[in-house]
């Protein structure tokens, strides 16, 4: 038998199950494995063994791909689980290489983001310290956009379509009162404002917001913030401000409204850059002003899915087996963009070990030179990756997903 173990972690997207639909819909083309699993949790499915069938559900279910590709978050449910250096416990990698072993495994592919893609790199790395045939690969999704070598992320165009439907919601919400105010969205991203700047696509003929947008690339400095504020309510009533979660000074210190704390894998943990910056605004203002955090929301919205978004991430999908086919391991699918008009992009690879624990940041070209806004050549890279609406059936007046009580422990 020639099998495959895919698995899932991270954050959820709205475009993760479709990179999965996307590595289905190939092998159904191609044959190349002979059945494929979904480890439940990530890699802790792998310890635990658990597992679910995929060939099986496609053979009950026709419409199963279909299905899988327009529901949102992970159908195979995630972890944040950190690989020690085989080094230091190499019985973790004997582990799961003696149950690849046991299920006849060809190949591994893992969907994540950063975190995602050091498990990649480790497990890679082991297999080729052995002489493992193994192959192991990257498919990339983080609605950050900050994985290294990769055009853009699946699952960010989803999340960018989002924030910009919400900033010009949010918009038409404020600018209905004849009063001075100010609202403050806190959009997440920590160390990449990629997030952040897509509500500028928010703006049009009749939207203005976001008046103001801060990303973490350019050092925060709150009294030119509220100079920036102060300038717009001279001559407007209404001001929205955009900032990302992870905003910082010049000294590197976050803005935050309380401790950050913080998670597996070291990453800081934010508490409230929108909130500080309300309570700031209240002390400087005598004006209306309330903070937003959109946070887990702009993860999962698949009624607010991007067509492209969907697309590419099956492309990725489908990219991955033709490349196990190959022989490849040790790499991540990634996207290349080819131009802008007509958009046009390729799939791609590039080797993990160059991608794995790095962060991509946004081009300081992005950015105008006051720090408070995005420049043209920013929204000419965004406008394409929210193209298109996905068909998805709704059921008593609200999508309907694929179910997902198969992550129940029992």
Request: glycine residues 8%.
């Amino acid at each position: 038998m020639r099998n495959c173990i895919v698995a899932q972690s991270g954050g959820p997207t709205a475009a993760i199950n479709a990179s999965l639909a996307g590595i289905l819909e190939e092998n159904e083309r191609s044959g190349y494995f002979d059945r494929i699993y979904g480890a439940l949790n990530g890699i802790t499915g792998i310890f635990d063994r658990r597992f679910l069938d995929l060939t099986a559900k496609m053979d009950d279910d026709p419409a199963f791909t279909k299905k899988l590709a327009i529901t949102p978050a992970m159908y195979l449910g995630s972890c944040r689980y950190k690989l020690t250096a085989d080094t230091e416990d190499a019985s973790v990698y004997e582990d799961i290489f003696s149950v690849f072993e046991e299920m006849e495994i060809d190949s591994f592919f893992y969907i994540g983001g950063n975190d995602s893609m050091d498990t990649v790199l480790k497990i890679s790395a082991y297999a080729k310290k052995t002489g493992s045939s193994i192959k192991v690969l990257g498919i990339p999704k983080t609605i950050d956009n900050d994985l290294m070598h990769t055009d853009h992320t699946p699952g960010f165009g989803s999340a960018a379509k989002y924030i910009a439907a919400s900033l010009r919601e949010v918009w038409h919400d404020t600018m209905i009162y004849h009063v001075k105010s100010v609202t403050i969205v806190e959009i997440m991203g920590r160390d990449a404002g990629w997030l952040t700047a897509a509500s500028a696509l928010a703006r049009e003929d009749e939207t203005t917001a976001p008046h103001l947008i801060y990303l973490p690339e350019k050092p925060f400095s709150v009294p030119k913030f509220l100079n920036d504020l102060h300038q717009l309510l001279d001559n407007q009533d209404n001001v929205v401000v955009a900032v990302s979660e992870g905003i910082r000074d010049k000294d590197g210190n976050y803005l935050s409204a309380g401790v950050s704390t913080s998670d597996t894998f070291g990453h800081s943990q934010l508490s409230g850059a929108g909130k500080a910056l309300e309570l700031l605004v209240k002390e400087a203002f005598r004006v209306k002003v309330r903070s937003i955090e959109v946070n887990i929301l702009q993860r999962c919205a698949g009624h607010m899915a991007s067509k492209m978004d969907l697309t590419e991430a099956a492309a990725l999908g489908a990219h991955a087996v033709k490349c196990a086919s190959e022989g490849l391991s040790g790499h991540m699918m990634i996207i290349d963009r080819l131009g802008n008009e007509p958009y046009t992009t390729q799939m791609a690879t590039y080797p993990i070990e160059k991608i794995a624990n790095g962060v991509r940041s946004v081009p300081l070209s992005f950015i105008n030179e006051e720090g408070n806004d995005v420049t043209g050549e920013m929204l000419a890279y965004l406008r394409p990756l929210i193209e298109g609406e996905p068909k998805i059936s709704y059921k008593d007046g609200l999508p309907e997903y694929l179910s997902v009580r198969h992550l129940i422990k029992r």
